[in-house]
């Protein structure tokens, strides 16, 4: 099985007005990006999320709040027909704890491509981050750095 994983904040939503979302009122799909996982699923890729939430250790908003905005994230992406597969979430920021899954580690797709029986040779990692990239090449799996909040399918083609 291929996959993408996606990172979430520039990448999936718009961060450029809150850089702590945590409320499905702050979250706006970037441009494109429904149409790009359309064309993924088409492709037969299984789509993931991995997302550092670092505002959970810093007392920014909670576990709990992630997870209903991820369900309602979800929600709203089955309804165009989108399923993401799974979502890993790392909830510790360096300042308060250190931990072994924040991206640029490779813990979480480590993770995901074991429990998954993800093909490496296959999938990539969609980043707008230089800890993406990181991430990606640490666990063996190619990345593709896109501009944030941006409709990024042009750099994407290449794997449609
Ligand atoms: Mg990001
Ligand atoms: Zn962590």
């Not at 520039?10 to 149409?35: L, R």
Request: hydrophobic residues 35%; proline residues 4%; charged residues 20%.
């Amino acid at each position: 099985m291929k996959a993408i994983f996606f990172d979430r904040d520039g990448v999936i939503n718009d961060n450029s007005q809150h850089y702590y979302t945590h409320k499905i009122e702050q979250w706006t799909f970037n441009p494109g990006i429904i149409e790009l996982m359309s064309g993924l699923l088409n492709k037969g890729y299984k789509l993931f999320i991995v997302t550092n939430q670092g505002g959970v250790a810093r007392g920014k908003y909670s576990k709990s709040d992630i997870v209903q905005l991820h369900l309602q994230v979800c929600n709203a992406l089955k309804e165009k027909g989108i399923i993401i597969t799974d979502i890993a979430v790392c909830p510790h920021h360096p300042l308060i704890e250190n931990c072994l899954c924040r991206k640029p580690q490779p813990l979480m797709l480590e993770k995901l491509i074991a429990r998954y029986h993800i093909d490496k040779a296959q999938s990539y990692m969609i980043g707008d981050s230089k800890s993406d990239g990181e991430a990606a090449t640490q666990a063996g799996i190619k990345s593709i750095i896109v501009p944030k909040n941006k409709d990024v399918r042009q750099q994407i083609n290449h794997i449609l």
